[in-house]
């Protein structure tokens, strides 16, 4: 299947993912000196820039910044030639090559600082989570571009884990879970079984106690218990997540049920009891862990971007194991508002935590709360958004040979053998979809549109007429003709949202919401000698939708009735998306309202 995206909200970001962000990405890989960590590693004279951890320890993964800048480049250049991107690329990919060692072994941090000596770290060495995203960076480039340099980097590396760590070999685990899917996925490019048997492996030795408990206990790293024993989720939750991934991954290739049942067990649990309203994951600063069942409080939410883009991955493995709707409906929620608030409207600042709150007056502010930065000593978000945003179209749609199943929304043109069609939408502005068929062949076929779960009033119109549908997913099967039109209308009023009642932290709040977009209020859109802080919900007027070209091209806010003491009771406020908080300096800011 070939999907491209041509126009509207997605392709904006695409667009300016390839233009601001990567080559924003290129320049940091230099001013970090990520790239030239490299450089020593194949012999060059510089000074090691590995940073620190909360415990004083160096950052031992950088190398995967320059790996995941890789896999976007490659991604985008398979769209369209760029000259400037290429020439980039070509450059950092001669320096990972330089770099590996005639054994397959890459690793700055070890080769230049550690000695020397592979493995002897798995607890938080990070060496295979590296070499997953450069098989991952290899992958893209050969999928892509049938550029083949990365992808024999990649194999070399991983065959080099294998000698040491595959069937027979040395039992052991990197702290940091990624590989395993990247295995898999290794094994579906190459046809090669053994890096499946690996991953498969890597997976049952989880669990076991291998990495010890460390300074926050072996659930920190999911070692606590075995993968198919852990009735949730625990620990950090980018591990978590990444771990699962490979999970679902094993578990499809070798139709492994049992498998797949605790992945999809653990999910629930985690959608039901510890995910913000935005799709962010992870409560805890600490061990930027998941917390208590919901424990969930706004103002000091982790919410890392990288863990919403792992959410994203994850659903995105669980929807096609499953065909369930409900894991479109949360790739939908993580995409436009946990995953996108990690990125300036502008392309070329971060957030690295995404809170739902931030209070107008501080005493103190965790590291990532206040101002957008342009890059992080830990930087393992940024390129990750630009990963993700220059593959997004393959999260689009699915086919198999029932017909064609259409997950996101986005003006674009799908292929898959004899079917084309094209999709036309100002989504997520206006709920309207239209899906027209071009190309078909004779036989009926499926063409099947989830209707998200947020959506309360829906119709579907084809050839045979208008109907109403629920949400989940409406499949139309006939004998399709070219020219034929299917138009799917979401309803998409300003709804207004309560909390579960088990959250203690924002109960008697409540939050806005329309289509799949969340709302928050930011202090530079309240009314003069007013603070955020004063403000509660009057529930007595109505929250009316309006443009707010002041904010962002084509984005429609929400004019929210509020109170506040000494104020009157016709105070109006200024909602703008959740994903475009922090973009005019630093100020307060709310998803939560009180009532």
Same mark, same amino acid.
């Given at each position: 299947? +070939?999907?491209?995206?041509?126009?509207?909200?997605?392709?904006?970001?695409?667009?300016?993912?390839?233009?601001?962000?990567?080559?924003?990405?290129?320049?940091?890989?230099?001013?970090?000196?990520?790239?030239?960590?490299?450089?020593?590693?194949?012999?060059a004279e510089g000074c090691y820039q590995a940073y620190s951890d909360s415990a004083g320890t160096g950052l031992r993964f950088l190398d995967s910044d320059v790996y995941k800048w890789l896999e976007a480049v490659g991604w985008e250049l398979g769209r369209a030639p760029?000259?400037?991107?290429?020439?980039?690329?070509?450059?950092?990919?001669?320096?990972?090559?330089?770099?590996?060692?005639?054994?397959?072994?890459?690793?700055?941090?070890?080769?230049?600082?550690?000695?020397? +000596?592979?493995?002897?770290?798995?607890? =938080?060495?990070?060496?295979?989570?590296?070499?997953?995203?450069?098989?991952?960076?290899?992958?893209?480039?050969?999928?892509?571009?049938?550029?083949?340099?990365?992808?024999?980097?990649?194999?070399?590396?991983?065959?080099?884990?294998?000698?040491?760590?595959?069937?027979?070999?040395?039992?052991?685990?990197?702290?940091?879970?990624?590989?395993?899917?990247?295995?898999?996925?290794?094994?579906?490019?190459?046809?090669?079984?053994?890096?499946?048997?690996?991953?498969?492996?890597?997976?049952?030795?989880?669990?076991?106690?291998?990495?010890?408990?460390?300074?926050?206990?072996?659930?920190?790293?999911?070692?606590?218990?075995?993968?198919?024993?852990?009735?949730?989720?625990?620990?950090?939750?980018?591990?978590?997540?990444?771990?699962?991934?490979?999970?679902?991954?094993?578990?499809?290739?070798?139709?492994?049920?049992?498998?797949?049942?605790?992945?999809?067990?653990? =999910?629930?649990?985690?959608?039901?009891?510890?995910?913000?309203?935005?799709?962010?994951?992870?409560?805890?600063?600490?061990?930027?862990?998941?917390?208590?069942?919901?424990?969930?409080?706004? %103002?000091?939410?982790?919410?890392?971007?990288?863990?919403?883009?792992?959410?994203?991955?994850?659903?995105?493995?669980?929807?096609?194991?499953?065909?369930?709707?409900?894991?479109?409906?949360?790739?939908?929620?993580?995409?436009?508002?946990?995953?996108?608030?990690?990125?300036?409207?502008?392309?070329?600042?971060?957030?690295?935590?995404?809170?739902?709150?931030?209070?107008?007056?501080?005493?103190?502010?965790?590291?990532?709360?206040?101002?957008?930065?342009?890059?992080?000593?830990?930087?393992?978000?940024?390129?990750?958004?630009m990963r993700l945003l220059s593959s997004w179209e393959q999260y689009q749609a699915t086919s198999d040979g029932a017909g064609v199943r259409i997950h996101q929304y986005a003006t674009s043109d799908i292929e898959t053998g004899d079917i084309g069609l094209s999709v036309?939408?100002?989504?997520?502005?206006?709920?309207?979809?239209?899906?027209?068929?071009?190309?078909?062949?004779?036989?009926?076929?499926?063409?099947?549109?989830?209707?998200?779960?947020?959506?309360?009033?829906?119709?579907?119109?084809?050839?045979?007429?208008?109907?109403?549908?629920?949400?989940?997913?409406?499949?139309?099967?006939?004998?399709?003709?070219?020219?034929?039109?299917?138009?799917?209308?979401?309803?998409?009023?300003?709804?207004?949202?309560?909390?579960?009642?088990?959250?203690?932290?924002?109960?008697?709040?409540?939050?806005?919401?329309?289509?799949?977009?969340?709302?928050?209020?930011?202090? %530079?859109?309240?009314?003069?000698?007013?603070?955020?802080?004063?403000?509660?919900?009057?529930?007595?007027?109505?929250?009316?939708?309006?443009?707010?070209?002041?904010?962002?091209? %084509?984005?429609?806010?929400?004019?929210?009735?509020?109170?506040?003491?000494?104020?009157?009771?016709?105070?109006?406020?200024?909602?703008?998306?959740?994903?475009? =908080?922090?973009?005019?300096?630093?100020?307060?800011?709310?998803?939560?309202?009180?009532?």
């Amino acid at each position: 299947m +070939k999907v491209r995206i041509t126009d509207g909200f997605w392709a904006d970001r695409q667009r300016l993912n390839r233009i601001r962000t990567i080559p924003h990405g290129f320049e940091q890989l230099h001013r970090s000196g990520v790239l030239d960590n490299l450089r020593m590693a194949a012999g060059a004279e510089g000074c090691y820039q590995a940073y620190s951890d909360s415990a004083g320890t160096g950052l031992r993964f950088l190398d995967s910044d320059v790996y995941k800048w890789l896999e976007a480049v490659g991604w985008e250049l398979g769209r369209a030639p760029d000259p400037g991107l290429a020439a980039a690329a070509d450059e950092a990919i001669g320096v990972v090559a330089a770099a590996q060692r005639d054994d397959g072994y890459v690793n700055s941090y070890v080769q230049v600082l550690d000695g020397g +000596k592979p493995h002897q770290n798995l607890a =938080w060495g990070h060496e295979f989570y590296c070499v997953g995203h450069l098989i991952q960076a290899g992958i893209a480039w050969h999928r892509a571009l049938g550029d083949d340099r990365l992808l024999s980097i990649a194999r070399r590396a991983a065959d080099r884990v294998h000698v040491e760590f595959g069937p027979g070999g040395r039992d052991g685990v990197d702290g940091h879970p990624g590989i395993e899917m990247a295995l898999v996925e290794l094994t579906r490019e190459t046809g090669e079984r053994r890096y499946l048997d690996l991953a498969a492996r890597l997976l049952d030795l989880r669990g076991r106690g291998l990495l010890g408990a460390e300074r926050f206990g072996a659930a920190y790293w999911q070692d606590h218990e075995p993968v198919r024993q852990a009735a949730t989720v625990a620990g950090h939750a980018v591990r978590q997540l990444y771990l699962d991934c490979g999970a679902v991954d094993v578990a499809v290739e070798l139709g492994d049920a049992t498998l797949l049942a605790a992945v999809r067990r653990r =999910w629930d649990d985690l959608i039901r009891t510890r995910t913000y309203l935005t799709g962010g994951m992870g409560s805890r600063h600490r061990d930027e862990a998941f917390g208590d069942p919901f424990e969930l409080p706004p %103002d000091r939410a982790y919410a890392e971007t990288c863990a919403a883009i792992a959410s994203v991955m994850l659903a995105w493995r669980l929807l096609r194991a499953t065909g369930e709707a409900s894991y479109g409906d949360a790739i939908e929620r993580a995409m436009f508002n946990g995953v996108l608030s990690g990125l300036s409207l502008a392309g070329t600042a971060f957030h690295y935590t995404n809170p739902l709150q931030r209070r107008t007056s501080r005493t103190y502010e965790p590291p990532g709360y206040g101002e957008r930065a342009s890059w992080y000593p830990c930087a393992c978000c940024p390129p990750n958004l630009m990963r993700l945003l220059s593959s997004w179209e393959q999260y689009q749609a699915t086919s198999d040979g029932a017909g064609v199943r259409i997950h996101q929304y986005a003006t674009s043109d799908i292929e898959t053998g004899d079917i084309g069609l094209s999709v036309r939408t100002d989504y997520p502005w206006r709920g309207r979809v239209t899906v027209h068929i071009g190309r078909t062949h004779d036989e009926p076929w499926t063409l099947a549109l989830r209707v998200p779960v947020w959506c309360r009033s829906a119709t579907v119109t084809d050839p045979d007429g208008t109907r109403v549908v629920d949400p989940g997913a409406v499949a139309l099967t006939r004998r399709w003709r070219p020219g034929d039109t299917v138009v799917l209308d979401l309803d998409m009023p300003v709804r207004i949202t309560e909390p579960a009642p088990r959250v203690d932290a924002v109960r008697g709040c409540v939050a806005v919401e329309r289509g799949p977009i969340v709302y928050c209020v930011e202090s %530079d859109d309240l009314p003069l000698a007013t603070e955020l802080e004063e403000l509660s919900w009057d529930s007595g007027r109505q929250a009316v939708a309006v443009p707010r070209p002041d904010v962002g091209a %084509d984005i429609v806010g929400v004019r929210v009735p509020m109170t506040a003491p000494g104020h009157g009771d016709h105070l109006t406020a200024g909602a703008i998306p959740y994903y475009a =908080w922090g973009n005019r300096g630093v100020s307060g800011m709310r998803v939560w309202i009180p009532r």
